[in-house]
């Protein structure tokens, strides 16, 4: 949904989203491929979303996806959101100029307490909870795990369960088919879809790709298991901070290792897991 062209697919999915919220049904959107905002605005830490996009009337979306738990992202979403938010503000700007920004995170996990699979987050007054401070910041996480839970997904009425439904790996072939050729936006991501893997070079990019977060996976469950193991005699809290600390390079050198071995190059490896370019040309 991050490339121009893919506006239907992406209208379809936005509108489906942000249904819950009563926001007007978007009609048109404009695709910023541009997926990285430099690190020139807040300090020196960038950052790289899935899909960046502004509305007819300014609002900027953004779209995370996370696949595993790193135990940040909350306050990754909120950083992401921040950087959205400025990245347009000049020296002598109106503070009035600053858009509306909805950032989107979709989850492989669970992370809040909420039962439900999608929750919505604003700025609220304590004691007043009608009382909204501003509509500038809206955050929307959407849970994989609650919604494959979920026991009467009603892929009839609601947009977004059609969505869900497609995005599942585990659903049905039935199911698919039926939300595919109910919904066009889906049908033109499905055919999308469909379309990239015909293409050798992409398909070999997907096979990678899914080595590298299976990869990935295992190596944040050994960090896990470690700080358990360190928990069970400091406090299980403590010791899974500890055991992250202590698992990390480990499992950062068997990272690049496997991607390496998959051709990956070094200044690829280099970036997803910090290991400098020198160090990874030496690994065997």
């Known amino acids: 949904m991050g490339k121009q062209g893919d506006e239907e697919q992406l209208l379809s999915f936005l509108n489906a989203v942000l249904a819950k919220t009563e926001c007007d049904v978007l009609t048109s959107i404009a695709i910023i491929e541009n997926t990285k905002i ?45 950087r ?79 969505w869900l439904s497609f995005l599942n790996e585990k659903e049905s072939d039935e199911t698919i088919k039926k939300v595919i050729n109910m919904d066009s936006g889906i049908k033109s991501a ?28 295992n190596a944040l469950l050994r960090r896990e298991e470690k700080g358990i193991e360190i928990g069970e005699k400091r406090g299980i809290k403590k010791g899974i901070e500890e055991g992250i600390e202590k698992g990390r390079s480990e499992e950062k050198l068997t990272i690049a290792i496997n991607l390496k071995k998959q051709g990956f190059t070094p200044e690829t490896i280099s970036k997803a897991t910090g290991i400098p370019i020198n160090e990874i040309e030496d690994l065997q």
């Open 38 to 82: 430099t690190p020139d605005v807040l300090g020196d830490k960038s950052c790289i979303l899935d899909v960046r996009a502004k509305t007819a009337d300014g609002t900027k979306i953004e779209i995370e996806v996370q696949l595993a738990n790193e135990y940040n992202m909350i306050k990754r979403l909120l950083y992401y959101w921040s």
């Open 84 to 162: 959205e938010f400025v990245v347009n503000l000049n020296s002598g700007d109106n503070y009035q100029e600053l858009p509306k920004v909805i950032a989107i995170g979709i989850l492989n996990f669970s992370l809040l307490t909420v039962p439900e699979f999608h929750s919505t987050y604003h700025i609220w007054e304590d004691n007043n909870k009608k009382c909204k401070l501003t509509d500038d910041l809206e955050l929307h996480f959407i849970d994989m795990k609650k919604f494959r839970k979920l026991k009467n997904k009603d892929i009839e009425n609601n947009p977004l369960h059609r």
């Open 190 to 217: 499905d055919e999308k879809m469909k379309d990239l893997l015909k293409d050798k070079e992409s398909l070999i990019h997907y096979q990678k790709r899914e080595f590298a977060i299976t990869e990935y996976n």
